[in-house]
C-alpha cells in the first residue's frame, strides 16, 4: 500500500492529522480521508488476527538488540539493524531516496523493528514533534520456517 500510494511518512502525517478535533471538541473528529480507511482495514484483515504472534516475535527481536547494546554498545547493535546504515559518530547514515544523513547529537534515536519491510531498506521518520526524536524502522525477517499461526474466521 505504501508503494502504490504515498510514501510512508506521508502516509503517517495523514493518518496522524485525521482526527484532529474540530472547533475544540475533542469527541468530534472531520470525515476520515480514504487513506485513513484503508490502513484501518488492513489492519483488520492482516494484522488484528497475528497481533500477539507479532508482538512475540517483534519484543523477541528488541530483546536481542537491547543485548548486542549493553554488550557492543550503540555502535554494535547499529550494525546489527541493516547493511546499508553506516555510523560515524555523530552521523547515522541511512539510505533514503534523498540520501539524507541524520545527526543524532544528544536527541537519541528510536529503533523500531517492522515485519513489513522484509526485503526493503529501513525508513527514517522523524523526529517527532512532541520530542524531537526521530525514528528508524528497520526491517527483521523471521527465521527460515518461521510461521504465523493459522487465522481463525
Not at 500510494?5 to 480514504?34: H, K, N, Y
Not at 482495514?41 to 516475535?57: G, K, L
Not at 523526529?127 to 504465523?148: A, N, Q
Amino acid at each position: 500500500m505504501a508503494r502504490t500510494i504515498r510514501p510512508f511518512p506521508d502516509m503517517d502525517q495523514i493518518v496522524q492529522r485525521a482526527c484532529s478535533p474540530l472547533g475544540g471538541d475533542a469527541d468530534r473528529c472531520g470525515p476520515e480521508p480514504q487513506l485513513v480507511r484503508d490502513v484501518r482495514e488492513f489492519h483488520r484483515i492482516a494484522v488484528a488476527p497475528y497481533r500477539e504472534h507479532i508482538d512475540r516475535f517483534l519484543e523477541a527481536d528488541r530483546a536481542t538488540r537491547r543485548d548486542i547494546a549493553l554488550t557492543h554498545g550503540p555502535e554494535g547493535l547499529l550494525s546489527t539493524l541493516h547493511p546499508s546504515i553506516r555510523w560515524s559518530f555523530p552521523v547515522l547514515e541511512v539510505p533514503t531516496p534523498h540520501d539524507e544523513d541524520l545527526e543524532l547529537d544528544t536527541r537519541g534515536l528510536l529503533l523500531s523493528p517492522s515485519l513489513f519491510l522484509t526485503s526493503r531498506s529501513p525508513r527514517v521518520l522523524g523526529p517527532s514533534p512532541d520530542d524531537g526524536i526521530p525514528t528508524l524502522f528497520y526491517p527483521v525477517t523471521p527465521e527460515r520456517g518461521w510461521r504465523m499461526p493459522a487465522r481463525t474466521p
